[in-house]
């Protein structure tokens, strides 16, 4: 599943002993492993070579430029949503035809600038945007491809934070609103209907889901059909799942056994936006322990993480393993393990069987490579990590951990003040 591995009683990744990583760059520090990134989306490509769909790789799951350009490097496309992950993804050098971009809340300067780059396709997720899009277009005398996201209205069965296609939320369009958008396309001159999407939530385990909301839509493929409307591309999103604690996710070949014969019968070109099942078990969160603290009711294992650097846990209640990085007893016992920050939700684990650890052992925080970093802030003034990415027997500095000055970079106190 992962290069995350224990050789005799020490954690490598790769071939690194993730100890000395931790004692070179400092803890807390984000480590990837190369090798593990590659491979999920080699498997996830492997899984589809029928159909050959562009994966486009979701930016916001881990958005660091070494990760994009690994995988661009791969022939992956990107998922974007913001001008930000625009920016970042010309700069990883990802060719403009393999990005799409997704987002209930684009502003006229970001499809300026998305325009500008000629990405692949707008995703759009309603009415007005659509119009909107159109007029930036039209001043700019061009024509603009977009796909319609339908809300396919499926129970995804994951987090309710993360569930997007359900008709209560707030992406996407239903099937009735969206047939009218096609009935009326001819008067909206800028823009070409040339794809469909859906994402309909993330950490999605089963395939049923799937199942469901593409089923929807080839009904609605074949409806279009009848009207003589043929659309190019369908998007069906990210969201596949992934072992964190014992899940039994589905694999790669599993999922593409259950969807491949419906995706073919639409023969429309399949796109997918994974982000998680690429990235997820590829990084890790390393922490030193600072103190341990035994309370009449408990005891806490205080490392130098917070939930600023790994929030799931405190948003999501997001279950993470936790390992020592060198393995020097097999007594466990009953521990909260928590950060620095002046909060109590500033958890990774709560009432966890862990390995007995003393001050001053390093922890791994596992499956941290998605919405770990691309999550983490400066609350409490605290500096972004380092990261590291290990290939085989040598690791890169992918990002510099923050200075101080970092933090006040961007402020700037007032002339009355001073
Ligand atoms: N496409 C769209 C339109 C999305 O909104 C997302 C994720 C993806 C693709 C990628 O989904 P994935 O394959 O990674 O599941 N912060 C949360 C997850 C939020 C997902 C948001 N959208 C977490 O830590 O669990």
């Not at 004692?23 to 999920?40: A, E, N």
């Not at 995703?123 to 061009?142: F, H, Q, T």
């Not at 939530?201 to 395939?207: D, L, R, V, Y």
């Not at 080839?218 to 009848?226: E, H, N, Q």
Request: overall charge positive; charged content about 25%; hydrophobic content about 40%.
């Amino acid at each position: 599943m992962h290069e995350f591995k224990y050789i005799g009683k020490n954690l490598y990744c790769e071939k690194i002993r993730v100890e000395e990583l931790a004692k070179r760059f400092g803890t807390p520090l984000y480590v990837y492993s190369y090798q593990t990134l590659i491979g999920h989306f080699i498997k996830l490509r492997n899984a589809f070579r029928l159909i050959d769909p562009l994966i486009c790789y979701s930016v916001k799951a881990n958005s660091n430029l070494a990760i994009l350009k690994a995988l661009v490097d791969h022939g992956a496309g990107l998922d974007i949503v913001s001008g930000g992950e625009l920016f970042r993804a010309i700069a990883a050098g990802c060719p403009a035809k393999k990005i799409v971009y997704a987002s209930v809340g684009k502003t006229d300067k970001e499809i300026e600038g998305a325009i500008s780059e000629r990405i692949l396709l707008f995703n759009v997720e309603s009415l007005s945007e659509l119009e909107n899009i159109n007029r930036i277009a039209a001043r700019r005398k061009c024509v603009v491809n977009v796909a319609i996201r339908i809300n396919p209205d499926v129970e995804p069965k994951t987090h309710k934070y993360i569930t997007t296609g359900k008709i209560t939320n707030k992406f996407g369009i239903d099937f009735k609103s969206a047939l009218q958008i096609f009935r009326v396309r001819n008067a909206l001159e800028n823009v070409k209907i040339s794809g469909l999407h859906i994402h309909i939530g993330s950490q999605i385990t089963e395939s049923e889901p799937y199942v469901s909301a593409i089923t929807k839509m080839a009904v609605f493929i074949d409806k279009l059909r009848t009207k003589g409307i043929t659309p190019e591309y369908l998007n069906i999103g990210g969201g596949l799942g992934i072992v964190y604690d014992n899940e039994s996710a589905q694999t790669a070949e599993r999922f593409a056994a259950k969807v491949l014969p419906i995706l073919k019968k639409t023969k429309l070109k399949v796109i997918m936006e994974p982000g998680r099942f690429i990235v997820g078990n590829a990084g890790i969160l390393v922490t030193k322990v600072l103190y341990i603290k035994t309370t009449p009711k408990k005891k806490f294992v205080i490392v130098d993480a917070g939930m600023n650097d790994l929030i799931r846990p405190a948003l999501y209640d997001a279950y993470h393993k936790i390992v020592p990085l060198r393995i020097s007893t097999k007594a466990q016992e009953n521990v909260d393990v928590v950060g620095p920050i002046c909060e109590s939700g500033d958890f990774f684990a709560k009432e966890r069987k862990l390995t007995k650890v003393k001050e001053g052992d390093y922890l791994a925080i596992m499956s941290a490579g998605a919405y770990g970093f691309s999550m983490s802030s400066n609350y409490n003034s605290r500096l972004k990590l380092e990261e590291v990415m290990v290939v085989k027997d040598q690791e890169f500095v992918i990002r510099k951990r923050d200075s101080h000055e970092d933090l006040i970079r961007s402020e700037a106190i007032p002339p009355f003040l001073i």
